[in-house]
């Protein structure tokens, strides 16, 4: 029997599916965004780290949560991933609507874990999965599009060509730009990972709701550089690669800050 046509039909399923997920970064930028909270740890917090995930980085660890989406049992994470917020808000605009929003997203969630893992009596089984959700999540609220608008899923309706490859601005965002450079986590990592002592003051200031306001400011630039039917390619990335990286730094910098928030002794 031929097999050429299913395997045909299950590639062109998997290029067409996948880039409708909505990860967040994709496997590279998750573990950038560890590889560099890895740089700025305090030596009890890599301690109390290495208690809970052992041997696994948090690198390793980043993308545990996207990774498990193929099991029904975690379906109920899909939407810690990422947080609907209306167009036009100012900061203190959109903290008032963080305050009375009941739903279920990525600020709500990264608050919780955060609870629970100072809770000293957290059975390991739980404090190693919400350790790893948390660093998933901090990574994913600095993707911009994780805040960007429920009409569109984020971009991910926003249909464009990456390239010669069909895909959608969400996912252009999430990996198509990352892996573009061609590198390795460790190497995209190391090529960018250049603070001084005043900017990760900065960057850590506010706490999570000014973090995420500072990517929903982002998630408007990004609206604006594109619309469906665009074809993107070397060009979109030159003139937008600086604000991946930049997400990608940040997002490592306050990762560490909360890691030793709450490992620190």
Known sequence: ?????????????????????????????????????????????????????????????????????????????????????????????????????????????????????????????????????????????HQPLHSGNKSDRGGGEIKVTWFDRQSNLHWVWDAEMIDFQQLSYTEYANSINETTDSQRDDWTKGGLSSWLFDAYRLSDVIYASAKSGDKLDSKYNYDHITIVNGQLLKGGVRLAALLNQLFAS
């Open 1 to 141: 029997m031929n097999n050429r046509p299913i395997k045909h039909f299950t590639i062109a399923f998997f290029l067409f599916y996948l880039p409708l997920k909505s990860m967040g970064w994709g496997v590279i930028g998750h573990r950038v965004v560890g590889e560099i909270a890895d740089s700025y740890l305090k030596p009890s917090t890599r301690l109390e780290i290495k208690k809970i995930l052992g041997n696994e980085t948090l690198a390793m660890a980043s993308t545990w949560a996207d990774f498990v989406r193929s099991e029904a049992a975690y379906n109920y994470l899909n939407n810690w991933h990422y947080i609907n917020l209306n167009r036009g808000y100012s900061h203190a605009q959109m903290e008032d609507f963080l305050k009375i929003d009941t739903s279920t997203n990525a600020y709500s969630k990264i608050n919780l874990l955060m609870k629970e893992l100072k809770n000293k009596e957290l059975a390991m089984g739980k404090k190693r999965m919400y350790l790893r959700m948390l660093i998933h999540l901090v990574g994913d609220i």
